[in-house]
């Protein structure tokens, strides 16, 4: 089982900005699929975007589009979430995770992987207030 680790998470202002970081030890996520997840108390955990391996392709949830953006860094093995535009509603514990496949990432996948994705890493709290 591939350990994943998340960092950036904090307390920000709304409209604010932060960074989440995904890396993984003995493992090169260069390849492969890699999701963010969020799940706020009381709430389902939900899927906020994606990112294939190869041909980068992305994915994004509507509540989050035009306002986070994913991506990688090959040379730092390291996955990234800029999330921009912060709202209180982003307050979460966002996970990132991988199930170790590459290919297409996408709204099928999310859902698949919400409940069945077979790394996980332990989390970073996110939340948004004045």
């Known amino acids: 089982q591939v350990q994943l680790v998340e960092s950036g998470g904090g307390l920000v202002q709304p409209g604010g900005s932060l960074r989440l970081s995904c890396t993984a030890s003995a493992f090169t996520l260069d390849y492969f699929v890699i999701a963010w997840f969020r799940q706020a108390p009381g709430k389902k955990r939900e899927g906020v975007s994606c990112?294939?391996?190869?041909?980068?392709?992305?994915y994004y949830a509507d509540s989050v589009k035009g306002r986070f953006t994913i991506s990688r860094d090959n040379t730092k093995n390291l996955v990234y979430l800029q999330m921009n535009s912060l709202k209180p509603e982003d307050t979460a514990i966002y996970y990132c995770?991988?199930?170790?496949?590459?290919?297409?990432?996408?709204?099928?996948?999310?859902?698949?992987?919400?409940?069945?994705?077979?790394?996980w890493g332990q989390g970073t709290q996110v939340t948004v207030s004045s």
């Open positions: 995770a991988t199930d170790g496949i590459s290919g297409f990432c996408d709204a099928g996948l999310l859902r698949r992987w919400v409940s069945s994705a077979g790394s």
């Open positions: 990112i294939s391996g190869g041909s980068g392709n992305t």
